[in-house]
């Protein structure tokens, strides 16, 4: 199983600028492993969660991009990366 390592999304809905989400990793520790995602409404939290499960067969829509930039998400597991534009 694939374990993700981060995420990175540029110009995708509220992500105007690249930023970069470390998720936990698993140690053998009680709740190691976990990553909350917490903020308050309307900060991203649903765009992040989106950004993770956007395959090939989805087009990021010209409304979910900033101007006509394309958006990029970087999705790096422990197995390498999985870049989407």
Known sequence: MN??????IKNYRGF???QSIKFAQPNGRS???LTLI?????TGKT?????LTIT????INKGERH???????IIKSDKGAVIFT
Request: glycine share 10%; hydrophobic share 30%.
């Open 3 to 8: 374990k993700l390592v981060d995420l990175k």
């Open 16 to 18: 105007l600028n690249e």
């Open 31 to 33: 709740g190691s492993g």
């Open 38 to 42: 917490v903020g308050p409404n309307n």
């Open 47 to 51: 765009s992040v969660i989106e950004a």
């Open 56 to 59: 090939t067969s989805k087009k």
């Open 67 to 73: 101007y006509d930039a394309d958006s990029e998400i």
